[in-house]
């Protein structure tokens, strides 16, 4: 969905650009227009830089169409937003709303479209409290214009008194809330694994793979705009977490599921994303290892969290597992889906390069046991989004699985693998 954020001259406006990186946490397409004064507290530039798209400042710009010199299409901008939210909203631009002015981008823009409209008021207490200050909230409110009240406090003039711009994150929420997004997983506590695990040899070397977390951090990110409380537990990944979102950080297998276990029965659902080493060298080199020739290791199977995690939930807790593939995907996953005793998988095929380990999208399908539903390659922002739907579509009580006996489902169970012997070949 199209958001168009407006910026109006006060001290708040640096604040538009966090609003701006969380609504673009939250997926939605962000664009940015500020009135002239604003542009003195922050360059239109960063503005630009973070949406990828030219800042609109003015009527009289020219188009981006180097074939024209015709200014930029207003009504098109005001025609393309799903919403419009102005933050901070200044004593002066509120009035100029209330009143009808049309004298520059915001104000023209803001009376050409048809979008759902959001202000975040931020100005002095005194001007906050004055009687037409008030009048024109009270006038926009009656026009259906939305206000996120602004909060007490330290005054950036030195008062302190109502007047300061709500925080980013509560005018994104209400952003959300104005386009319909649901919380649909408000309520929920969702234990998300990410990223790969490292399995030391010695004090220099592990054995690893390429998973970078984006995936996992993606699902985090959707599950969290969605209501849910989120515990990550990721293997080591250069991603920022998102904000408020509990992360337990671990390098190895092992730490890994001493993490899941330790958190599991606090969640009400858990997606394994993770890509964990399903083998450890069975001893670690006290000292970096000397080059002398071909090098034989001998590797153990580390544990399975994700069939432990199944075995161990508690009655209603969903299980969700990923399954990298590089062949036969789908047939693959349902086997991997039937031995793991999850009750969903997404089998991905990381043998593509255009998505899979690293890349910034991802195509997969959401298997249960008795549906497969292709999600085709997109984002992996978005395509968290889907499986979280897929995942709450779930929860309607329909899964084979919950309809096998335990002794079938017991004979599922991952195997233990055998001890495993590798070359090393540096
Ligand atoms: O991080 P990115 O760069 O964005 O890449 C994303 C991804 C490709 C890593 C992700 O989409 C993905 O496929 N994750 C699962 C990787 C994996 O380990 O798949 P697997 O088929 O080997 O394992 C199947 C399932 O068992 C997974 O849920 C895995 O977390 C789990 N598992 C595996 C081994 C083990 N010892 N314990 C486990 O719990």
Known sequence: MKVMVGVSGGIAAYKAVELVRALQRHALDVRVTMTRAATRFVQPLTFSALTGHRVMTSLWEA????????????????????????????????????????????????????????????MNSVMWEHAA????????????????????????CGMVGPGRMAEPEQIASAVLGALGRSHDLAGEVILITAAGTREALDPVRFLGNRSSGKMGYALAEAAQSRGARVILVSGPSSLHPPIHCETVRVTTAEEMRQAVLARQAEATIVIKSAAVADYRPVAVAAQKMRRSGPLTLEL????????????????????????????????????????KGADAIVVNDVGREDIGFDSDDNAATFLTMSTAIDLPRMSKRKLGDRILDEIVALRRPQSLLVEMSSAEMESLREQPAPPRKAILIE
């Open 300 to 339: 153990q199977p580390t544990e399975d969290i994700l069939a432990e995690v199944a075995r161990r939930r508690a009655p209603g807790q969903l299980i969700v597992g990923f399954a990298a593939e590089t062949e036969d995907t789908v047939q693959q996953g349902r086997a991997k889906l039937l031995r």
């Open 63 to 122: 188009s981006a169409d180097a074939s024209s010199d015709a200014p930029i299409d207003h009504i098109a901008e005001a025609q393309w937003a799903d919403l419009l939210v102005v933050a901070p909203a200044t004593a002066d631009i509120l009035a100029r709303f209330a009143h009808g002015l049309a004298d520059d981008f915001l104000t023209t823009m803001y009376l050409a479209t048809p979008a759902p409209v959001l202000v975040a008021p931020a």
């Open 133 to 156: 200050t008030q009048a024109n909230v009270e006038t926009l409110r009656q026009r259906g214009v939305r206000v996120v009240e602004p909060d007490a406090g330290q005054l950036a």
